[in-house]
């Protein structure tokens, strides 16, 4: 029954994530370059602000995350409904061909299927040793431990399937927008490397931080996703016009936990990426 109600929904996250996924734009360059990359992270705004939104639709769903609603009669009864989601759309995905895309890293890769569709060439712009890096079981913990709590009010309305649908989206973009570190360090490098060889052959992650950390840069980011989440989150009403400095605005998604989201949680981690992939860069 379980296992039913996993793939009675798995279509349609698969038809979600190709419109969230790392594809690139129609004619836009596959140069990396920092301006590319900008453009990209600032896209993967939208994808996560729309994502979250879409997960507080639901409350938090409790059984959805414990093993012991699948009951223990079954063989994923190590498993919660969402790790048995995740684990069989990605298997899913991955012979759609969705992993082919270096940009997108599953959560269960022991679980990938081989692809049933033609590869496509995509452009190889990352530096062979140090492309491995990979943080999705420290996405994994976060985003049910600390950060679910914060965008999901208490409750059970037993919609868990199109909860955990909310979640892999959710879970997606965040992991694309945080392993796209990988391709920010990448492009930083090669503009300027006599900037980072030093501290990356002494392996000193301190100053390799430092150089990667502009605080103004980021302040605006987080002010962006911040409006982003005002803007994104509102009812919108014919012949009414909003008043963005209402207070009493009631927002999808609460503004404040988008911020310190980015704030706290996604620019570190991928500035911790990328500190991570130049210290494998000259390998």
């Given at each position: 029954m379980a296992s039913r109600l996993v793939f009675s929904v798995c279509?349609?996250?698969?038809l979600l994530s190709s419109v969230c996924g790392g594809r690139r734009l129609?004619?836009?360059s596959t140069a990396l370059t920092l301006e590319s990359v900008r453009?990209?992270?600032t896209r993967e705004e939208d994808s996560i602000v729309f994502s979250l939104i879409e997960r507080a639709k639901y409350p938090r769903n409790a059984p959805a995350y414990d093993p012991?609603?699948?009951?223990?009669?079954?063989k994923f009864h190590a498993l919660s409904l969402v790790d048995l989601f995740v684990r069989e759309t990605e298997a899913v995905q991955?012979?759609?061909?969705?992993?082919?895309?270096?940009v997108e890293i599953p959560f269960f890769p022991k679980h990938m299927t081989l692809t049933s569709v033609p590869p496509y060439n995509f452009p190889n712009e990352l530096h062979a040793a140090a492309a491995s890096v990979n943080v999705s079981n420290t996405i994994w913990r976060k985003y049910f431990d600390e950060w679910l709590p914060q965008i999901t009010s208490q409750g059970d309305d037993g919609n868990y399937a199109p909860t955990a649908a909310a979640d892999l989206v959710c879970l997606q973009a965040l992991s694309r927008r945080i392993h796209y570190g990988r391709y920010v360090a990448e492009?930083?490098?090669r503009e300027a490397p006599q900037d980072y060889n030093t501290a990356i052959r002494a392996k000193d992650r301190d100053a390799l931080m430092k150089l990667l950390t502009f605080e103004s840069q980021e302040d605006a980011v987080k002010r962006r996703v911040e409006e982003k989440a005002k803007v994104f989150g509102q009812d919108v009403t014919?012949?009414?016009?909003?008043?963005?400095?209402?207070?009493?605005?009631?927002y999808k998604v609460d503004p404040v936990?988008?911020?310190?989201?980015?704030?706290?949680?996604?620019?570190?981690?991928?500035?911790?990426?990328?500190?991570?992939?130049?210290?494998?860069?000259l390998d």
């Open positions: 279509w349609f996250v698969l129609r004619g836009e453009k990209f992270l012991s609603y699948l009951g223990r009669a079954t991955a012979k759609d061909g969705r992993y082919q895309n270096p492009a930083k490098y014919l012949g009414k016009r909003v008043d963005d400095s209402s207070n009493a605005t009631n936990v988008v911020y310190r989201l980015y704030g706290d949680w996604v620019i570190p981690m991928t500035k911790m990426v990328q500190v991570e992939y130049l210290l494998r860069r």
